[in-house]
């Protein structure tokens, strides 16, 4: 038990990373971008077509070309007054289309790098190199997007963002262009969650869909507010998904981040306080 727990531990940190992005921007924006697994998808692609550090590169940037197609789509849609939910929808299409692109360009074929043959033994427990550098990874981005949100200018103006928009309009902060750069960002940060799959188990052109929902349930299950909260529920979500492999069949694993999402939600519907009648 403790072995997979720890290998939760381990897929649970590249998790958090496809929740970051849902968490940042639905913080400044009051929306959700669907289309985190669809970036980790075409930078995977592009990245194992590539050889090589460039590869590495080119991967990353693939992912941030493709948000910044959501980018423009979500300035286009704000300045036409739309509201989250069309933005939000807007962006799962944007993932299928990524699918289909990927589909169409690289076919079925998996994507996958192996790069470590043998494994460590950490208290009597195997460990996958690779899922050691994949925690690293994880846990220097998600503290630093915390550092930049609580000891920068640029945190201070995207919390002034989040907590009021128009106030922030107000007093001089572009609040539009910083939502898209959150947009962009989430395309990095996807891109990297993308990357790390690639060299720890692969996926193929049906991933992005399954990455979406992993990072909205890693997002939500502590609350959708802060790095902090991704990086625990990306572990939460990691370890429930690796004990069910473990003791379970692949069909209930594969199902896990649905009926996380399910529950979550039900949950934070029946525990948030319900205030009825006229205000004192």
Known sequence: MIEYILRGLLNGAVYALLALPMSLLFSTAGTIDFAVGGYALLAAAVASTVSGPLGLAAGLSAGVAASAIMALVFALLKRAGEAGIRIALASFGLSV??????????????????????????????????GLINLVIALVLVGGVQLLLLRTGLGRMLRAAAASPLAAELAGIAVLPLQCATVLAGGLLSGVAGLLIVYSSGLDFTA???????????????????????????????????????????????????????????????????YTGDRP
């Open 97 to 130: 289309a990524l699918s289909s692109f990927v589909l169409l360009v690289w076919g079925t074929q998996p994507f996958v790098r192996s790069t470590y043959s043998t494994f460590l033994e950490v208290f009597g427990l195997r460990v996958s190199p690779q």
């Open 208 to 274: 992005s869909l399954s990455l979406t929902f992993i990072g909205f349930a890693a997002a939500i299950v502590f609350g959708i507010k802060s790095p902090i909260r991704s990086l625990l529920g990306g572990f939460a979500i990691g370890i429930i998904e690796a004990l069910s492999a473990g003791y379970t069949s692949g069909l209930v694993t594969a199902m896990v981040p649905a009926v996380c999402i399910l529950v979550f939600l039900i949950a934070a519907q029946l525990l948030a306080p319900n």
